[in-house]
């Protein structure tokens, strides 16, 4: 029977990933700010970026949660609840400011979900090392993804700006963590054809 309320329990908070109505932990960090004067073009390009930041964050949810069920050591799991945690606040600060752009999260939510579970899955079973080498290389993608998100909002859209700059710092301490309890390195065909399914996702999801 608790194999079985497991089961429910981890259906349910995929359900809620997918469909984006998980709850944060902490207050969004743009929370206080007035909403920023964009006109029709700027707002659906802020709208495009944000889509696919929370399509990063299902995906984070899908691997950490994937990544931790199959660890091994104690540290190791702790590590990716804590970081799945950080990246659940992500997953609402992104749709939350999906919502007040006048946009949706995108139509291809259990698609993404279910790829990254299988991958975490996959990077699980190689050993703890190696799937922490994957969170590294997976952090130092995404903080290069965030930064240049910066350079391509909107200037006025100051409440994406905020949301993107906290978001880029957890991803940094996350990396660095994974580093901590001993990453190994990818090999350098491993990080391209990471690149190249980074690109297909940001591609799609800026508009579907």
Known sequence: MQ?????????DRALRVIGGVTSASRPNPAAHLPESLLDAAEQRHSAGLMR?????????????DAQGRFAQGESVKQQFAEAGREEADHLAWTAERLRELGSRISLLNPLWYAGAYALGTVAARLGDARSLGFVAETERQVEQHLTSHLTELPEQDTKSRLIINQMREDEIAHGAAAKALGATDLSAPAQKVMQAMSKVMTSVAYYI
Request: hydrophobic letters at 55%; a negative charge.
């Open 3 to 11: 194999f079985l309320d497991k089961v429910i329990v981890d259906f």
């Open 52 to 64: 696919v930041n929370h399509v990063g964050e299902v995906c984070a949810q899908a691997l950490y």
